[in-house]
């Protein structure tokens, strides 16, 4: 029984951690979530918890991978506010793009083709 609580816990983690981003994986994540219920959403905060205090253990003793995986922890952690629509943003800039590439290699000669066979012979 006890083996099935800790697997449910990780997978509440997983889900979590699937949940912050976009796409179809975080979309399915966060129904996932929700069907679970609270009890799993706390089961999966509690093991990233523990996550991040390992973390934070092993980054006092100077591990830089450990100081990232803090930080992930820690944006795993953070609730998720609905943002609102926001404003719009031209992305469109003018101008060449990549013009600093290598200039463009001149085009292969073209092979001579070869005479046809005469029929029958």
Partial sequence: MR?????FAFEAARNIADSRGTGAKAKVARDLLRMAGPDAREAGMAVIRAR???AAAAAARGSAAA????????RQLAPVIPRGKGRGRNKIVPGP??????PPKPPKPKKPRKPRKPKGG
Wanted: glycine share 10%.
């Fill in 67 to 74: 100081r990232r995986a803090g930080e992930i922890y820690d």
């Fill in 97 to 102: 793009r990549n013009t600093a590439g290598p």
């Fill in 52 to 54: 991040a205090q390992r």
């Fill in 3 to 7: 083996d099935a609580r800790r697997w």
